[in-house]
């Protein structure tokens, strides 16, 4: 029985899953099951990933019903002890199984490992970090105010925990995977690898393009998540919602660049700014966005993409 079961939901992957399988099948550790859930791909999905041979792949297809519900399947034909999901068009670096089931080992008392994450563009080059956080043991307060954990491809998990609750919410659209964390998280500890393992990519087909579902669907997270929140720890609920306006305006700012996404990054920047009490100390970060998001509105675009072409993102998100 392999002892760490991989799980990959995929709808319409054909350009990125054969490289997102790769990275799986080539980590160092190699005592796993690959469980790939095609979600009712009408592409080349299928044929792709039939035409991988190794023997720790298990493909399985279903109609669509999205991502909660494929990584639920997935869950459901694991039998290894632990569990890391990963999205079909994300990497991982070699060594992210070894090096999150090191730490757990070590770490006897904790369920969850994670890592931490940089971004990268469609043809897989490097974008900007992430956020590089670490945080261990109970980390319950910090992921309410914030997802640190970036991404559903990140961590290691021991399978009962994710069994004992209930998985991923299928009933949510965007933001599923800061739903699991969190509840994760009022019951077990983490434990952080600081290195960055999870190479998270940015393009306008993935899930994360749909913003305003993402607006949407975190705050039903953040909602959820302080109705049922100690009372203690209620006064950070105003923190949450800062950190994700700061984020969403971020996100509506990456590429690719285009005038309705800026418009969508304006109207975010502005609940950050109205809804941040420390709005003073973030007038340069405000205004260096503002002026993004008015050059991205009134040069033309092939200004735009030569002014930024050589400069990094240095805004975290």
């Keep these: 029985m392999p002892l760490i079961s991989v799980v990959i939901p995929v709808y319409n992957g054909e350009t990125t899953i054969k490289q997102t399988i790769e990275s799986v099948l080539t980590q160092t550790f190699s005592d796993f099951e690959l469980i790939i859930i095609n979600d009712g791909s009408q592409d080349n999905t299928l044929t792709i990933i039939q035409s991988l041979s190794d023997n720790r792949i298990q493909i399985f297809s279903y ?3 999205g991502l909660p519900v494929s990584r639920n399947r ?9 569990v890391s999901f990963i999205d079909a068009d994300d990497l991982w670096t070699n060594d992210k199984l070894e090096s999150q089931l090191k730490i ?3 770490n006897p008392a904790a369920d969850i490992a994670y890592s931490w994450t940089d971004y990268i563009d469609e043809q897989g080059n490097f974008l900007c970090h992430g956020n590089h956080l670490t945080f261990n043991g109970n980390v319950y307060e910090q992921l309410l105010i914030s997802n640190f954990l970036e991404n559903g491809s990140n961590p290691l998990i021991t399978r009962q925990a994710l069994i004992e609750v209930g998985g991923f919410d299928p009933s949510l659209k965007s933001a599923e995977d800061w739903d699991l964390w969190l509840r994760l998280a009022v019951r077990y500890l983490f434990v952080a690898v600081s290195s960055p393992q999870i190479l998270y990519r940015v393009s306008g087909n993935s899930m994360s393009a749909n ?12 909602e959820r998540a302080f109705t049922q929140a100690p009372e ?3 006064n950070l609920k105003l923190h949450s ?3 994700l306006y700061k ?3 971020c996100k509506s700012l990456q590429a690719p660049l285009h005038r309705d996404k800026s418009f969508l990054g304006a109207k975010f920047l502005w609940k950050f700014f109205i809804y941040n009490p420390k709005r003073l100390q973030y007038l340069h970060f405000t205004l260096t966005l503002l002026i993004k998001i008015l050059m991205i509105i009134i040069l033309p675009s092939q200004w735009l993409t030569a002014l930024l072409k050589n400069k990094k993102n240095s805004v975290n998100f």
């Design 63 to 65: 109609p669509n019903a």
């Design 74 to 82: 997935g869950l459901s034909h694991a039998v290894g002890k632990y």
């Design 104 to 106: 757990l080992e070590n």
């Design 211 to 222: 913003i305003l579902n993402m607006e949407d669907a975190c705050l039903q997270v953040i």
């Design 232 to 234: 203690s720890i209620k």
């Design 241 to 243: 919602v800062v950190n």
């Design 247 to 249: 984020y969403l305006t």
